[in-house]
T-cell receptor, first 114, second 114 residues
Framework: EADIYQTPRYLVIGTGKKITLECSQT?????MYWYQQDPGMELHLIHY???????EKGDLSSESTVSRIRTEHFPLTLESARPSHTSQYLC?????????????FGAGTRLSVL | KNQVEQSPQSLIILEGKNCTLQ??????????LRWYKQDTGRGPVSLTI?????NTKSNGRYTATLDADTKQSSLHITASQLSDSASYIC?????????????FGRGTQLTVWP
């Protein structure tokens, strides 16, 4: 069982609100990730981090931003939520075992913007 | 373009029966292939990871195979249980970057009926 936690699990908010999705891991992993997943679709990488003060945009363009001030914490922020942001957001962290990068996922936050 | 294709898209079987899920990929250079199980509303959980030199790997009732020459993998589930109902995602990692980029399939939605 991976020690990676996401809050809230579910969030319903109105358009224009600022929101922050929390992600924390207690495994001491340097690499962390945010994915976006729509129902029945594949996960798309939207942000990743190699470590403290390192953040990069992923393959899928996103209006969200992230920060990595502490190793264990990788929050995602939407300054002004819109209905198009409705989706499931999954956070992950990873460790390396030889050449293999093992990713552990949180339970996800299901966001609905009205 | 690196891609991961899974089939079937969805599958319904009766409890106790066996089933096989397929994954074809074009990711190159190939590093490893993983199968994840994702319960509804949850994050993916790793079932197996196979590197280039591995042809088969088992995890309880789950057996994954890999043919790196034809770029195909399968996940065989034996004696299915109701708790096997989930989405099974094939994920391929390349070794062309430090990040170990992951390419996700859309998953096969398995439903096990009593």
């Amino acid at each position: 069982e991976a020690d990676i936690y996401q809050t809230p699990r579910y969030l319903v908010i109105g358009t224009g609100k600022k929101i922050t999705l929390e992600c924390s891991q207690t495994m001491g992993h340097d690499k962390m990730y945010w994915y976006q997943q729509d129902p029945g679709m594949e996960l798309h990488l939207i942000h990743y981090s190699y470590g403290v003060n390192s953040t990069e945009k992923g393959d899928l363009s996103s209006e969200s931003t992230v920060s990595r001030i502490r190793t264990e914490h990788f929050p995602l922020t939407l300054e002004s939520a819109r209905p198009s942001h409705t989706s499931q957001y999954l956070c992950a962290s990873s460790e390396s075992r030889g050449d293999v990068n093992i990713q552990y996922f949180g339970a996800g936050t299901r966001l609905s913007v009205l | 373009k690196n891609q991961v294709e899974q089939s079937p898209q969805s599958l319904i079987i009766l409890e106790g029966k066996n089933c096989t899920l397929q994954c074809n990929y074009t990711v190159s250079p190939f590093s490893n292939l993983r199968w994840y199980k994702q319960d509804t509303g949850r994050g993916p959980v790793s079932l197996t990871i196979m590197t280039f030199s591995e042809n088969t790997k088992s995890n309880g009732r789950y057996t994954a195979t890999l043919d790196a020459d034809t770029k195909q993998s399968s996940l065989h589930i034996t004696a299915s249980q109701l708790s096997d109902s989930a989405s099974y995602i094939c994920v391929v990692s390349d070794r062309g970057s430090t990040l170990g980029r992951l390419y996700f399939g859309r998953g096969t939605q398995l439903t096990v009926w009593p």
